[in-house]
């Protein structure tokens, strides 16, 4: 799903809303993500799961196309854990 097919689906269940409304809704909603995870913070979604930070290290990497090596700089990336409950739902057994 991409975010114009999020910003669909929430105005197809919320007629009441324009597409402009929906549209502001979403951008904050990943707004506020991004903005707590870039003050090192963390966001849970009770069921759905958390997003937080994790530091990588300075590294020596390799470009591809040429073979040169490269040295990376320490990075902070996003990472997500998923909730139980959807766990619970992506590991249902087929029946």
Do not use: H, W
């Not at 990943?30 to 090192?40: P, Q, S, V």
């Not at 090596?69 to 990075?75: F, G, I, S």
């Amino acid at each position: 799903m991409i975010r114009s097919e999020l910003v669909q689906k929430i105005g197809q269940r919320n007629p009441g809303l324009n597409p402009r409304e929906v549209e502001l809704i979403v951008t904050i909603f990943f707004d506020e993500i991004t903005k707590r995870l870039a003050g090192d913070g963390r966001v849970e979604l009770r069921g759905f799961g958390a997003f937080s930070t994790r530091s990588r290290g300075a590294r020596t990497g390799r470009n591809p196309r040429t073979g040169e090596t490269v040295d990376v700089c320490a990075k902070r990336v996003p990472y997500f854990k998923p909730g139980k409950e959807m766990r619970a739902r992506l590991n249902v057994e087929a029946d």
